[in-house]
T-cell receptor
């Protein structure tokens, strides 16, 4: 079984400030990890993913995340927030090597960017 | 680039009615997943198909059924609708063999179902 915990259902930052969205996972097998972003009334858009290899992964819109196995974490960061980053962010986990690719999502973190 | 197409975008039904949601995956994607996202909730996996066969099943009520057709589009059929079925229903697709590292899910914009 796998699960995802996102710490903080709502994060508020100022424009230009560091964005840090926290994600911890639980998985009985090596995980695949993802961050998705959801704008109002839209679908989920993939920001970045970790499958194997380099633990620091870079995604779209200047976001990056680091897989830390010892901490079972996959926190999402962006050095400088932009107003257009305001959205809901979901961390998700999938089991590697399985026969299906279904995702288990965290509860989501709503990011607000203040001018 | 072509994306996952879902129809309709919005649907309003009354209790005990039926609803059919359609999903058209990205061309050459043969795996389809359905998710349900309640108001203010995270998406919950319902069911998936690979090559027209059900590949996995999640928290899908018995009142719901789904299938994938020969052209790889999928339909989610919902009967005896309840107020609690009001949600955003997402379809996602991916290419090739499920769980391949380089084939993440691509989501549609969802169908918003309101049951009154």
């Amino acid at each position: 079984a796998q699960s995802v915990t996102q710490l903080g259902s709502h994060v508020s930052v100022s424009e230009g400030a560091l964005v840090l969205l926290r994600c911890n996972y639980s998985s009985s097998v090596p995980p695949y990890l993802f961050w998705y972003v959801q704008y109002p009334n839209q679908g989920l858009q993939l920001l970045l993913k970790y499958t194997t290899g380099a633990t620091l992964v870079k995604g779209i819109n200047g976001f990056e995340a680091e897989f830390k196995k010892s901490e079972t974490s996959f926190h999402l960061t962006k050095p400088s927030a932009h107003m257009s980053d305001a959205a809901e962010y979901f961390c998700a986990v999938s089991e590697s090597g399985g026969s299906n690719y279904k995702l288990t999502f965290g509860k989501g973190t709503l990011l607000t960017v203040n001018p | 680039a072509a994306g996952v197409i879902q129809s309709p975008r919005h649907l309003i039904k009354e209790k005990r009615e039926t609803a059919t949601l359609k999903c058209y995956p990205i061309p050459r994607h043969d795996t389809v997943y359905w998710y349900q996202q309640g108001p203010g909730q995270d998406p919950q996996f319902l069911i998936s198909f690979y090559e027209k066969m059900q590949s996995d099943k999640g928290s899908i009520p018995d009142r719901f059924s789904a299938q994938q057709f020969s052209d790889y589009h999928s339909e989610l059929n919902m009967s005896s609708l309840e107020l609690g079925d009001s949600a955003l229903y997402f379809c996602a697709s991916s290419p090739g063999v499920p769980n391949t590292a380089n084939s993440p899910l691509h989501f549609g914009n969802g169908t918003r179902l309101t049951v009154t």
